[in-house]
C-alpha cells in the first residue's frame, strides 16, 4: 500500500477542494461535481513532441493550402458549429482544471470567439483595374504557424487562434499552458474531429500532452515554424521577441477605465461591474482600475454597489491585502499579487479575510487613493480599485509629467479623449450607450496582422 506523508496528503485535499469549487485553503460553501476531465493521450492531433507535432501539421497545412478556399470554408464552419456545440462542455472543463474564472463566463467567451472571429471573410481579393490593365492581389498562406496560449483564457485562446490562422489557410502547432494542458488536448481533438468531418487533412492542428518552458521555445526557433502567435504573461511575450520570427504577441494589460460628470452613471456603473468581474477578472483587457472625477464618485460607487459591488470599508481593505497581496510595494508602485487568488470569486476571496459579504457579489470595490498598488497592480481578482481625480485632464496625464491635483501619477492613459485598445472613457452624453464587459483577444477578438517583429508590450502597471 502507499503511503503518503502529510504534505502529500495536504495537496491532494488542496486539489479537492479546488474542483470542488473551492480554493486550496478553504472548501466551497456550494461544493459542485468534479467534472471528468480525458487524459492527454496521443492521437487527433496530440504528439509526443514538439518535432512529431510540427511535421504532422506541416504535412497537413500544404495540403490544405493546395485545396483551395472552397474547403477552407467548409473547415471554419465546420470548426464554428462544433465549438458552439461544445461552448459549455469546454468551458466546465477548464473551469474544473483551471480552478480560475467563472464557468458561465468562460462559456460566454467561447460562444464570442466562436461566432465572432473574423474568417475568410476578411480576406477577399483584391482587383484593381486602369489604363495599365488589371492586378489582382491575393492573400497567401505563410504556412506553419507556431502558437503559446495561457491558462486564464485556454479553450477561448485556443478556439480564436485556429479560425483566424486556418482562415488564411495556415496550420497551428499548439505549446499550451501547462496548468490547461487536457482541456487544450480535447480542445485540440475536437478542432480536428470538425476539420475531418468535412474532407480536411488530419493534423492540422496539433499539441503536445507535455507542454513546458522548453517545449515553448523548441516551437518558437523550430525552422519550419514561420510565424509566432503568442497570448501569456510578460515572460513568453520576451521570448518570442528574442526570435528572428515574425511575432503577434499579448502580453500583461492593467487597462483603468474614466468616468466623469457627462457619463450616464448607472450605466457605467452596471458595465464597469460587467467588465471588471468578467471571468473573475482573469482576461488581460477587463477593467483593473475606475479613475473617477471627484464630482461624481461617491455616486458611481454606489451605482456599482447596486449592480453588484461590494465595497469594502477601509479595515476590510486591509484585510484583503493581506490576503491578496504576497508583499505590498511603496506607493505608487506595484504590489506582488497572490497568485493562489487570481481568478477566485469575490465571495471566497473576502470570507479568507474574514469579511462579510452579502450573497455571492461578483465584485469587491476598493476606494483608494492615486497611489495605492491596487492602482498599479495588474490583480487579475476581482477585487477593483477606484481612485479619484480633479478633472478627466488629470487623469489623461502622463506618468512622466506630474499630475495635477494629485500627488503621484496615475498608470499611462493616452492623451486623448478617444477610447483605444485596452482602455476606454466613459465620458459620454447621456442618450449614447458605452460598450458593454470587455473580453478577451484584441479589438478584433484576438485578431492582428503579421508585422515584422512586433513591440514589445509596454507594462503597464
Given amino acids: 500500500m ?52 510540427v511535421d504532422a501539421a506541416d504535412r497537413a497545412q500544404r495540403a490544405y493550402a493546395a485545396a483551395g478556399t472552397d474547403l477552407h470554408e467548409a473547415v471554419i464552419a465546420s470548426i464554428r458549429r462544433v465549438m458552439l456545440e461544445k461552448a459549455e462542455y469546454l468551458a466546465e472543463m477548464a473551469h474544473a482544471e483551471t480552478g480560475l474564472g467563472r464557468t458561465e463566463d468562460k462559456v460566454r467567451k467561447n460562444i464570442l470567439v466562436t461566432t465572432r472571429t473574423p ?18 492581389t491575393e492573400h497567401a498562406p505563410f504556412g506553419l504557424i507556431g502558437a503559446v ?19 488564411g489557410g495556415n496550420g497551428v502547432v499548439f505549446n499550451v499552458h501547462p496548468n490547461a494542458k487536457r482541456v487544450s488536448a480535447e480542445n485540440v481533438r ?34 519550419r515554424v514561420r510565424v509566432l502567435l503568442v497570448t501569456g504573461g510578460p515572460g513568453v511575450v520576451r521570448e518570442a521577441l528574442k526570435t528572428d520570427k515574425r511575432a503577434i504577441t499579448a502580453g500583461p494589460g492593467n487597462p483603468p477605465a474614466v468616468v466623469d460628470e457627462t457619463a450616464d452613471i448607472e450605466k457605467a456603473a452596471r458595465d464597469l461591474v460587467a467588465g471588471a468581474s468578467f471571468d473573475n477578472n482573469v482576461i488581460c483587457t477587463d477593467e483593473k482600475t475606475v479613475i473617477a472625477v471627484r464630482p461624481i464618485a461617491d455616486e458611481l460607487i454606489r451605482a456599482m454597489g447596486r449592480h453588484g459591488g461590494h465595497l469594502l470599508k477601509e479595515h476590510e481593505l486591509r484585510k484583503v491585502e493581506r490576503v491578496i497581496f504576497e508583499a505590498m510595494g511603496p506607493p505608487g508602485k506595484p504590489g506582488v499579487i497572490n497568485r493562489s487568488w487570481i481568478g477566485k470569486n469575490a465571495r471566497d476571496i473576502a470570507a479568507a479575510a474574514g469579511v462579510d459579504v452579502d450573497g455571492d457579489p461578483r465584485l469587491l470595490l476598493a476606494d483608494v487613493p492615486n497611489d495605492h498598488n491596487l492602482v498599479w497592480t495588474e490583480q487579475m481578482m476581482p477585487v477593483l480599485p477606484v481612485t479619484r481625480v480633479p478633472d478627466v485632464a488629470t487623469a489623461s496625464s502622463s506618468p512622466s509629467r506630474p499630475s495635477t491635483g494629485s500627488a503621484t501619477p496615475l498608470p499611462s492613459i493616452p ?26 483577444g484584441s479589438a478584433k477578438a484576438g485578431r492582428a496582422s503579421p508585422r515584422s517583429r512586433s513591440p514589445a508590450p509596454r507594462e503597464t502597471a
Avoid: K, Y
Fill in 190 to 223: 475536437l478542432l480536428n474531429r470538425a476539420i475531418l468531418s468535412v474532407g480536411g487533412p488530419p493534423n492540422l492542428v496539433a499539441a503536445i500532452p507535455e507542454p513546458t518552458i522548453e517545449s515553448a521555445q523548441e516551437l518558437m526557433h523550430h525552422p
Fill in 415 to 440: 492623451r486623448t479623449c478617444r477610447p483605444s485598445p485596452g482602455w476606454r472613457v466613459l465620458s459620454t452624453c447621456r442618450s449614447s450607450s458605452p460598450t458593454g464587459p470587455t473580453t478577451p
Fill in 119 to 136: 474568417g475568410l471573410e476578411d480576406l477577399e481579393p483584391l482587383i484593381e483595374t486602369g489604363s495599365g490593365g488589371m492586378m489582382v
Fill in 149 to 167: 496560449t495561457p491558462m486564464t483564457n485556454p479553450t477561448s485562446t485556443i478556439i480564436n487562434n485556429t479560425i483566424a490562422i486556418l482562415s
Fill in 2 to 53: 502507499t503511503q503518503f506523508n502529510e504534505q502529500e496528503i495536504q495537496a491532494i485535499i488542496a486539489r479537492v477542494r479546488e474542483r470542488l469549487g473551492g480554493t486550496p485553503d478553504r472548501a466551497p460553501d456550494h461544493p459542485r461535481a468534479p467534472v471528468d476531465i480525458p487524459d492527454t493521450a496521443l492521437g487527433e492531433g496530440i504528439f509526443a513532441t514538439i518535432d512529431e507535432a
